[in-house]
């Protein structure tokens, strides 16, 4: 995948605080209508977790309707809001000093943020060592022959023990590499409806569950 893909320096965002919130609005929606939506709240005021928790509810719901299902993204930015505000003083640099099942537990406690959204913010914005799994990931491995289960948590540990390197940061830029290549080959080619015959894994894809294999 990388020598199909090249590196793919996953997550743009111009701060961590960035990352959190296209984390949440990425949510059943493709990353470009995210941007249009960060584009919307820099234009009206800055991305910042003040501005984002002062600016009224409606008005919220508007800037980000691109990024879709936007009355329950806003709820779910102010409930975010409301636990960093109150438990980090609206810095990141706090969260990433606490320890990450510890940070983890509580933003799955936030009603909203489900496993994906809480381990992409782990691993983008907070630099922790959490796989993030998705969908892509999940289809993509079943695929291959490799995974036969779509438990989250089984799939999370399988690939960080198969990734992890004695060395911190190598651990955690492999991580964010393998999950950016995964997302690359799931929207170009390991589609619900796949491209198979181009695919840079063809040659060594199972092709489970896949009833065209050369569609």
């Known amino acids: 995948m990388l020598d199909a893909f090249g590196k793919q320096n996953w997550w743009p965002a111009d701060s961590s605080f960035e990352v959190i919130i296209g984390a949440i609005l990425t949510q059943q929606t ?3 209508n995210v941007e249009k939506a960060i584009s ?23 800037l980000i309707k691109p990024s879709g299902f936007y009355k329950i993204k806003a709820q779910r930015l102010k409930n ?38 809480a381990d992409s913010t782990l691993l983008y914005a907070l ?20 995974v036969d289960t779509n438990d989250y948590e089984k799939l999370r540990e399988l690939f960080e023990n198969s990734l992890k390197e004695k060395d911190h940061l190598n651990t955690i830029n492999k991580f964010k590499e393998m999950h950016a290549l995964i997302v690359e080959l799931g929207k170009n080619y390991c589609k619900k409806d796949p491209i198979c015959n181009n695919c840079p ?4 894809c199972k092709r489970k569950g896949v009833k065209n294999e050369y569609s």
């Open 127 to 146: 630099n922790k060592e959490i796989f993030v799994i998705d969908a892509y990931t999940k289809r993509i491995f079943f695929r291959l022959g490799i």
């Open 30 to 32: 493709s990353w470009k």
């Open 40 to 62: 919307s709240l820099k234009k009206e005021g800055g991305l910042n977790p003040e501005f984002l928790n002062y600016i009224e509810l409606g008005r919220l719901e508007q």
């Open 80 to 117: 975010f809001l409301d636990y960093f505000l109150k438990e980090y003083n609206g810095k990141t640099e706090k969260m990433t000093e606490d320890n990450t099942i510890k940070i983890r537990k509580e933003l799955l406690n936030i009603n909203g943020i489900g496993k994906e959204t």
């Open 201 to 204: 894994l063809f040659s060594s």
